[in-house]
């Protein structure tokens, strides 16, 4: 079966447009078969894109799991003094995230694959729909790595479903030492805020 979350999908192109409508925006966003939730803005990143907190001016800023980009190009137009790398192992939605940050003129947009990213990058926030059904382990792995590269007042806000464990995501995120408490809780969703974890400060990455 073909998942989102494959490198290279291998299910044939079937390009579509989805329309992104916040109260500060309206994109037209190129979509195709084998990205994540190519038929509409999902719900989930909806609620995130609708509740978090205006992103810091300038600096560097991280969509994690960027897809075909509603989340980074929120971001790039909301801080256009900013940096905003948009990451995914997903090489289609990594083009197509590109593609569709230069037809919205948001040359600020650095759309590239996960291992693509000079290491050296801190970010001062992250903004996420983060790919829980790439299993718990991964997940873990994903998020350590990343979340160790937030600046020491760095937050991440994350979107996920409550019945795909967003309770047991907080609870294992302070119990490896990252502040995260419930920031909002809409429908089935909640969005958590994870804050830098103070032993390691935009240091360590010990998931490489
Ligand atoms: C739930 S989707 C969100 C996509 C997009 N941000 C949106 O809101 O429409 C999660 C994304 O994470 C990507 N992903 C999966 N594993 C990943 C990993 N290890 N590192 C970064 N991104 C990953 C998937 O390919 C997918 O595009």
């Not at 037209?28 to 609708?50: C, H, M, N, Y």
């Not at 978090?52 to 300038?58: N, S, Y």
């Not at 593609?99 to 001062?124: C, F, I, Q």
Request: proline letters at 9%; aromatic letters at 6%.
């Amino acid at each position: 079966m073909a998942h989102y979350f494959e490198e290279r999908p291998e299910t044939a192109s079937r390009p579509g447009s989805v329309t992104l409508v916040l109260p500060d925006l309206h994109l037209k966003l190129e979509t195709d078969s084998g990205v994540f939730s190519p038929e509409r803005i999902d719900q989930g990143t909806r609620i995130l894109l609708e509740t978090v907190p205006p992103p810091p001016a300038g600096g560097d800023l991280l969509d994690l799991g960027c897809g075909y980009g509603p989340i980074a190009l929120t971001m790039a137009s909301r801080a256009p003094g900013a940096t905003v790398w948009a990451v995914d192992v997903n090489r289609r939605s990594v083009e197509l995230c590109a593609r569709n940050a230069r037809a919205a003129a948001l040359d600020k947009v650095r759309s590239v694959h996960v291992d693509e990213v000079p290491p050296e990058v801190r970010y001062t926030t992250i903004w996420s729909n983060p790919a829980i059904r790439i299993g718990k382990a991964a997940m873990h792995e994903m998020l350590t790595r990343w979340l160790s590269r937030l600046t020491p007042d760095g937050i991440a806000y994350l979107v996920v479903q409550k019945h795909l464990g967003s309770d047991s995501l907080q609870r294992w995120l302070n119990e490896r030492g990252w502040p995260t408490d419930r920031m909002a809780s809409r429908s089935s969703y909640r969005v958590l805020r994870v804050r830098a974890r103070p032993d390691v400060p935009g240091t360590a990455d010990p998931a490489r």
